[in-house]
């Protein structure tokens, strides 16, 4: 799950972690009186989505040369003039796609005067099974880039969860992001600071970006993204409450209702099956057979005919779903009560595209003779090589 930037900041100076004060804002007035609450004559006004990239994005309503979603504020006015032109538009970032975002909330924070840029994130690292602390002295540009160019200049410090952060870890990031004296110091107690916090909130990734140098010799968060373990928000209902919903894909989170594993993608053929291996494996021979998966939806060991159903209703909101291929390996679950939940749920919707089955394991005989006996123009297969063809076959026979 993510959250937005003020949220994230708000958990950090929780955690005892300095960021600079500001207020969120949902209206023009809301974003002056937040400003009217900060010291001045410097604000600066973010635009809150779920997505980074903001201060290089572009309005899709404005002018090529307006300002981006992160703006320098010198007065009121300009506070007035900047949430005016932001809240309401769609922000086009390199992270949000060409559809952008449109932006509901604004963030108004003090401006700060920077002397240096740098970068931090950690995240859980797969291949380590530690948490990683991965610092830069290139912050504030977008980090694939230095990665890419200049590897170099970019330190992975790990941390194994069971030892704790050592001070060593800190020497380390204090060393990789070049800094003496009080900020060597303040770098080591950050970087501590940062790790309990992940630690605590169960927090899958955490990036600052830039994390700033004052003019006075201060090391300051300027802006960060935060994303939880979904599986560990049930020891965190606080964090659960700070999911806004209006920045997901509505139909994931109808899926996450059901407990179904959605993710919409670009192509045309939906996609129904049990097994995230197995989902994988159904994209990819979709793609080979020449069509695109539509989406990528795993139902689970124990789907039940109002999970099927559900699923169904999913697939079908996506006006770009010209057909449907549905996979089923009954293990556990058996293909009877699959194939009694896909005739309901094809009924219950009134199908409209065509759909192809291809079932296997435990009592596949009966559930094809369900199927078969259905009335529905249902499509049944072999083997996933055959299903894969004839749903390619059907979509442009339909066409
Ligand atoms: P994004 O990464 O989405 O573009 P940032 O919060 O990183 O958004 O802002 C982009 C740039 O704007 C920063 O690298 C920094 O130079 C500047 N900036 C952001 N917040 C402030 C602030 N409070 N004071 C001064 N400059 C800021
Ligand atoms: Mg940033």
Same mark, same amino acid.
């Given at each position: 799950m993510n959250i937005h930037e003020y949220q994230a900041k708000e958990l950090l100076a929780k955690h005892g972690i300095a960021v600079p004060a500001g207020h969120a804002a949902l209206s023009v007035e809301e974003a002056v009186e937040a400003a009217k609450?900060?010291?001045? @004559?410097l604000y600066v006004v973010k635009a809150q989505i779920h997505a980074g990239g903001r201060g290089k994005g572009k309005f899709k309503?404005?002018?090529?040369d307006a300002k981006g979603g992160v703006r320098l504020a010198h007065s009121l006015d300009d506070v007035r003039k900047d949430a005016g032109e932001m809240l309401g538009n769609t922000l086009v970032t390199v992270q949000t796609g060409d559809d952008g975002k449109q932006v509901n909330r604004l963030y108004v924070t003090d401006g700060v005067d920077i002397a240096e840029e740098y970068y931090l994130s950690m995240l859980v690292d797969r291949a380590s099974g530690q948490v990683a602390m991965i610092v830069s002295t290139?912050?504030?540009?977008d980090i694939e880039e230095v990665a890419h160019h200049? @590897?170099?200049k970019i330190a992975t410090i790990t941390i194994d969860p069971a030892q704790g952060f050592m001070p060593h870890h800190g020497r380390a990031v204090a060393f990789a992001l070049k800094l003496d004296g009080d900020l060597n110091k303040q770098a080591q107690k950050l970087s501590k600071q940062l790790y309990e916090a992940f630690m605590a909130m169960d927090c899958e990734m955490l990036e600052i970006n830039p994390l700033v140098e004052t003019k006075d010799g201060q090391l300051l968060v300027l802006d960060t993204k935060m994303s939880f373990d979904g599986n560990a928000l049930f020891r965190h209902k606080d964090i659960a409450g700070?999911?806004?919903?209006?920045?997901?894909d509505p139909a994931e989170v109808e899926a996450s209702e059901y407990d179904l594993a959605y993710i919409k993608l670009d192509g045309n053929i939906g996609c129904m099956v049990n097994g995230a291996g197995l989902a994988m494996a159904t994209m990819d021979i979709i793609k080979l057979n020449g069509a695109f998966p539509a989406n990528f939806l795993d139902v689970g060991g124990g789907a039940t005919t109002e999970k099927v159903t559900a699923a169904f209703k999913i697939i079908l909101?996506?006006?770009?779903?010209e057909g449907i291929l549905v996979n089923i390996f009954?293990?556990?679950?058996?293909c009877d009560v699959i194939a009694n939940g896909i005739v309901q749920a094809a009924k219950d919707v009134n199908l409209s595209v065509p759909l192809v089955v291809r079932l296997e394991g435990t009592n596949v005989q009966a559930g094809k003779e369900i199927l078969e006996s259905s009335g529905l123009p249902i499509v049944s297969a072999d083997d996933l090589g055959d299903a894969a063809k004839k749903i390619v076959a059907e979509v442009k026979k339909a066409a």
């Open positions: 609450k900060l010291p001045g @004559p309503e404005l002018d090529a290139e912050g504030g540009m200049t @590897p170099e700070l999911r806004d919903e209006t920045e997901e909101k996506d006006p770009a779903v009954g293990g556990i679950m058996k």
